[in-house]
């Protein structure tokens, strides 16, 4: 018997546009600087706010975006130096601001996680995955978080059993979660080959 993969908990993701606000908060990583360049290509809603720009990556990939003095530029190379200046920037925020976030599932997990720590409201935050379709996944057993999960199906190392990713979403982990597959499951090798 085959364990049912689809949950409502799913993250939904749209196409990033400018809304009305006292400050736009852009970040990114490498995976999402195609949606924050088609961003920052559309205009502005006027009478908007401050902005600034927060990425994830190295200066060879961030050479179209605007560094003009009225915007905010910082460029951070690991994630450790990104959070704490995304977190001190989300610390500062005025009441109607907004977060424009796009890149990887793991990085949007990340920056919401960042987000829900500081208190800002979910609606604040508006999200577009980009790049490959791989998870961060938990197995339920060990409580492992795995990165950059690519099929349905994996094996737990550290457990040594069969996964199945569910499309559960836990936000307090901000991991998808993976459950025991029964080795006589004869989805097995298709699960194993299904892309996220």
């Known amino acids: 018997m085959t364990i049912g993969i689809d949950s409502s908990s799913k993250p939904a993701y749209g196409t990033l546009a400018w809304r009305p606000a006292r400050q736009h908060v852009v970040v990114s990583d490498e995976a999402g600087l195609v949606a924050i360049e088609r961003l920052l290509a559309t205009p502005c809603p006027t009478g908007s706010g401050s902005m600034c720009i927060h990425v994830l990556g190295r200066e060879s990939r961030t ?40 890149g990887s599932e793991s990085f949007l997990s990340l920056v919401r996680r960042l987000a829900r720590d500081r208190g800002l409201a979910e609606d604040v935050m508006l999200a577009e995955r980009a790049g490959a379709g791989a998870r961060r996944a938990q197995c339920v057993h060990c409580k492992t978080v795995y990165e950059g999960i690519a099929h349905r199906a994996f094996d737990c190392p550290r457990c040594g059993v069969t996964l199945v990713v569910r499309d559960h979403y836990s936000r307090r982990i901000g991991a998808y979660q993976a459950v025991v597959l029964h080795p006589s499951d004869p989805n097995i090798s298709a699960l194993r080959q299904e892309a996220l």
Do not use: I
């Open 63 to 102: 050479g179209f975006l605007p560094k003009a003095p009225e915007t905010g530029f910082e460029l951070h190379a690991d994630e450790a130096g990104f959070s704490g200046a995304l977190s001190a920037r989300m610390d500062a925020l005025p009441a109607a601001a907004r977060l424009y976030v796009a």
